[in-house]
């Protein structure tokens, strides 16, 4: 069965500290992989992608992503957090482009000053 | 990024009564909008696929009768949920595939409370 996997509910880090967030997948073929941030009563922002190439991808806000086939993972990280950063992050993936996404749990991020 | 646009952001209806939530795409045409469900801190919960001109495909567990979806245009998809009781409030977001950028934009959501 597909799926994707945040195996922390919660990440605490302080400003100016890097911060990772982590996810995993199980999609069958060539995935297609994102990241996503929601603040409080909000909808789903898009931060960055993975369709294919450089298996590091940078996205919105300073974020990247590193794409490991070998350890299924897609882990989001940043060199130095913001306060601003603290929200609730998603991430997703799908089998073929266009395709619905299938969620990890959501990882709420926690940055304190 | 595209901008996804949802309609309204807050509704508080009547138990009993129908109400429609609208999803645009504001600057692509999206063939393909979905419409998800979340708790409170939870994950987002996939009710159906909406597909331009042909009728949406549910999830298992949704029920369409009560949960209409409509996708009359290229970039607007409604979800109308009919006869609605206090178990139906909650968060509702759409979210529409651009298929030249190959990535789903999703819309600010709608909180919807039935009392």
């Known amino acids: 069965a597909q799926s994707v996997a945040q195996p922390e509910d919660q990440v605490n880090v302080a400003e100016g500290n890097p911060l990772t967030v982590k996810c995993t997948y199980s999609?069958?073929?060539?995935?297609?992989l994102f990241w996503y941030v929601q603040y409080p009563n909000r909808g789903l922002q898009f931060l960055l992608k993975y369709i294919t190439g450089d298996n590091l991808v940078k996205g919105s806000y300073g974020f990247e992503a590193e794409f490991n086939k070998s350890q299924t993972s897609f882990h989001l990280k940043k060199p130095s957090a913001l306060v601003s950063d603290s929200a609730l992050y998603f991430c997703a993936g799908s089998y073929n482009q266009g395709g619905k996404l299938i969620f990890g749990q959501g990882t709420e991020l926690s940055v304190k000053p | 990024g595209a901008v996804v646009s949802q309609h309204p952001s807050r509704v508080i209806c009547k138990s009993g009564t129908s109400v429609k939530i609208e999803c645009r795409s504001l600057d692509f045409q999206a063939t393909t909008m979905f419409w998800y469900r979340q708790f409170p801190k939870q994950s987002l919960m996939l009710m159906a696929t909406?597909?331009?001109?042909?009728?949406?495909?549910?999830e298992q567990g949704v029920e369409k009768d009560k949960f209409l979806i409509n996708h009359a245009s290229l970039t607007l998809s409604t979800l109308t949920v009919t006869s609605a009781h206090p178990e139906d409030s909650s968060f509702y977001i759409c979210s529409a595939l651009d298929r030249a950028q190959g990535t789903i934009y999703f819309g600010e959501g709608s909180w919807l409370t039935v009392v």
């Open positions: 909406s597909n331009e001109g042909s009728k949406a495909t549910y």
């Open positions: 999609v069958s073929g060539n995935p297609y």
